[in-house]
C-alpha cells in the first residue's frame, strides 16, 4: 500500500462546476496535509495547507480533512480551465521530506 | 509566499560534461532543501535532502557521487550532475522548508530546471 495514494484521473468536469479531489493516507499519526498544483512543465506550487479536522477555506478551494478516515480532499468550486492541471496530495509523515502522492490530474471541459 | 529561485532554468549539455544548478531560499532561511528529479509525465521523484553544513542524505537507487549536492549556507543549495549523459535529461526541481517565521513543514519549490544531455 502506498503511503499517499490518489486516484490519477483524469478527472474530468464541465467549467462552472465543482472538482472534487481525494487522497488517502496509511500514516495515523501524520499531523500536517497540504495540496499542491503542477502545471505541465512547471514546478508545483502550494495551494493550501490544513492541520485540524474539518474545512479549511481559501478563496474557490477547500481543503477538507478527516484524520479518523484518513484521508484530505479538495473543492474546486467553479472550476476554471485554467484549474487543469495534476493536483498533488502531500503529507507530512514525520521525514525529513514531505510524502507526495503520484497526483490527480484535473481537466476543466470549456 | 515564502520564493525559491532556481538557476538555470534551463541547459543543455554534451555527454560527459558536468552541470551545476543553484537553488536559493529568497526572503526565507531554508533549514532544508530537497532536490527532486521528474521525468515526463511521471511523478516527482526525491533525491536527496541537504541541511546546511551537512552531508546530504540519497535517495535510495541515487548515485551520490554523480549528484553532487553542497548547502552552503541557510540560503543556497548546489546540485552538480557529474559526467552527464543523455538518461540524466530531467526536469530537477528543488524544494526548501523554512525555520521560524515560515512554516517549518512547508515545502516551499523553486520553478525547476530542465536539463537535456545530448
Known amino acids: 500500500q502506498k503511503e499517499v495514494e490518489q486516484n490519477s484521473g483524469p478527472l474530468s468536469v464541465p467549467e462552472g462546476a465543482i472538482a472534487s479531489l481525494n487522497c488517502t493516507y496509511s500514516?495515523?499519526?501524520?499531523?500536517?496535509f497540504f495540496w499542491y498544483r503542477q502545471y505541465s512543465g512547471k514546478s508545483p506550487e502550494l495551494i493550501m495547507s490544513?492541520?485540524?479536522?474539518g474545512d479549511k477555506e481559501d478563496g474557490r478551494f477547500t481543503a477538507q480533512l478527516n484524520k479518523a478516515s484518513q484521508y484530505v480532499s479538495l473543492l474546486i468550486r467553479d472550476s476554471q480551465p485554467s484549474d487543469s492541471a495534476t493536483y498533488l496530495c502531500?503529507?507530512?509523515?514525520?521525514?525529513?521530506?514531505?510524502?507526495f502522492g503520484s497526483g490527480t490530474r484535473l481537466q476543466v471541459q470549456p | 509566499g515564502a520564493v525559491v529561485s532556481q538557476h538555470p532554468s534551463w541547459v543543455i549539455c554534451k555527454s560527459g560534461t558536468s552541470v551545476k544548478i543553484e537553488c536559493r531560499s529568497l526572503?526565507?532561511?531554508?533549514?532544508?532543501m530537497f532536490w527532486y528529479r521528474q521525468f515526463p509525465k511521471q511523478s516527482l521523484m526525491l533525491m536527496a535532502t541537504?541541511?546546511?553544513?551537512?552531508?546530504?542524505?540519497?535517495e535510495q537507487g541515487v548515485e551520490k557521487d554523480k549528484f553532487l549536492i553542497n548547502h552552503a549556507s541557510l540560503t543556497l543549495s548546489t546540485l552538480t550532475v557529474t559526467s552527464a549523459h543523455p538518461e540524466d535529461s530531467s526536469f530537477y526541481i528543488c524544494?526548501?522548508?523554512?525555520?521560524?517565521?515560515?512554516?517549518?513543514?512547508?515545502?516551499?519549490f523553486g520553478p525547476g530546471t530542465r536539463l537535456t544531455v545530448l
Open positions: 490544513i492541520y485540524s479536522n
Open positions: 524544494s526548501a522548508k523554512g525555520l521560524a517565521g515560515r512554516s517549518t513543514d512547508t515545502q516551499y
Open positions: 502531500a503529507v507530512d509523515t514525520g521525514r525529513r521530506a514531505l510524502t
Open positions: 500514516d495515523r499519526g501524520s499531523q500536517s
Open positions: 526572503d526565507f532561511q531554508a533549514t532544508t
Open positions: 541537504s541541511n546546511e553544513g551537512s552531508k546530504a542524505t540519497y
